[in-house]
């Protein structure tokens, strides 16, 4: 289940690191800057249409973006 509290925190999270500010990932993707802030407060999720970009200017995988840490877990023998 995708829980838009965490969605947000890891774009802001994503975001900080690659040391983009909110208004240039709302140019990037051609919403506004309170589009972006909702997002990381997850207050709103962005569109479908949008994340494939979203994950692709923050630089990670789509799974990860939507769910997180995607290394799987080993089990021990």
């Given at each position: 289940?995708?829980?838009?509290?965490?969605?947000?925190?890891?774009?802001?999270?994503?975001?900080?690191?690659?040391?983009?500010?909110?208004?240039?990932?709302?140019?990037?993707?051609?919403?506004?800057?309170?589009?972006?802030?909702?997002?990381?407060?997850?207050l709103a999720c962005?569109d479908l249409v949008?994340?494939?970009?979203?994950?692709?200017?923050?630089?990670?995988?789509?799974?990860?973006?939507l769910i997180g840490?995607?290394?799987?877990?080993?089990?021990?023998?």
């Amino acid at each position: 289940m995708i829980h838009p509290e965490q969605l947000g925190s890891r774009i802001a999270a994503r975001r900080r690191v690659l040391g983009l500010t909110q208004g240039q990932v709302a140019v990037h993707m051609g919403v506004s800057p309170q589009a972006v802030s909702k997002w990381e407060r997850g207050l709103a999720c962005p569109d479908l249409v949008f994340l494939d970009d979203l994950a692709e200017l923050l630089d990670i995988g789509l799974e990860e973006l939507l769910i997180g840490n995607t290394t799987p877990c080993l089990a021990s023998a």
